[in-house]
């Protein structure tokens, strides 16, 4: 405005197009490639053959063919004059082999010609022969005897272990029936055990009750005079209420040996002394037993 001139702006550059791409090349095959010191032809990994069992069993069948074959060929196959005539007779049967008529010619005239013969049956096989019994060897007979020898041994002894089962059977049984009339003449002694003591109880319970019911100075009479192997038991039976009235009532005598026969029993006592005193008179008391003299 005060006459400075505006600076020039330069014009931008101008920027270039980019570059169209190139086509890729279309890849040629290995066989088209030219060879280069770099680039070297890729050679087939060689497989390795493996023999596997049946390539070996297949190998070994074919040798085993071929050298019988070349034995065939060096032998030679044997001829039809060879085999028996019984065997041709039997393979003919079998197969049904008729004979080949000859072909007529015109040299020959029909006059002449002579009826044919009928086909021979072979003939039947021999019977097979037995064997005889002293065909065999020396050995063959001498191991038949000896299988013959063990086989009636192992029959014996076979025989006596059924023997020896059935009577140890036999012996079990008669054992089972005895311990079961054992059993059964156990059972009956101890049922007549067992009444006879509840009869003896019963009775000694009806003896208890009749002196129970008694007068104390009856009673005591009584008891006075009895003794004591039958006294003791009935006295243990009765009622001591009542025992003591019997035995204030007895005589002084009778009550005191009564009363050492009761404690001994209590303590343990033998029943020796008992048993000596039972017979002794009203006025004698029993011995007393000093027992075991002391060791020394």
Known sequence: MTGVPAPKIPPAPKIPP??????????????????????????????TMRLRLIDA???????????????????????????????RAVARARTGYE???????????????????????????????????GSGSPTERALLEKLGARRDALRQRNDELELREKMLNEAERKLETGLGDLKQAEEKVDAAAKAREEAEKQGLKNIVTMYETMKPKDAA????????????????????????????????????????????????????QVQAGGGLPANELPAIDPGPPPAR
């Open 221 to 272: 009479r009584v008891f006075d005079r009895l003794g004591h192997d039958v006294l003791v038991p009935i006295v243990l039976a009765m009622n001591p209420r009542k025992m003591s009235e019997v035995l204030s009532a007895m005589q002084p005598e009778a009550a005191e040996r009564l009363t050492v026969t009761l404690a001994n029993r209590a303590r343990g006592v033998g029943g020796a």
């Open 57 to 87: 069993v297949a190998i070994a069948a074919g040798g085993l063919l071929v050298l019988k074959l070349l034995t065939l060929v060096q032998v030679g196959l044997p001829g039809a004059g060879t085999l028996p005539e019984y065997s």
């Open 99 to 133: 004979p080949i008529d000859p072909v007529t010619t015109g040299s020959v005239g029909a006059k002449d010609e002579a009826p044919a013969a009928p086909a021979e049956k072979p003939p039947e096989p021999p019977a097979p022969e037995p064997a005889k019994a």
């Open 18 to 47: 980019a570059p169209k791409p190139k086509p890729k090349p279309k890849p040629t095959p290995a066989a088209q490639r030219p060879a280069t010191a770099l680039r070297r032809p890729r050679l087939k990994p060689v497989r």
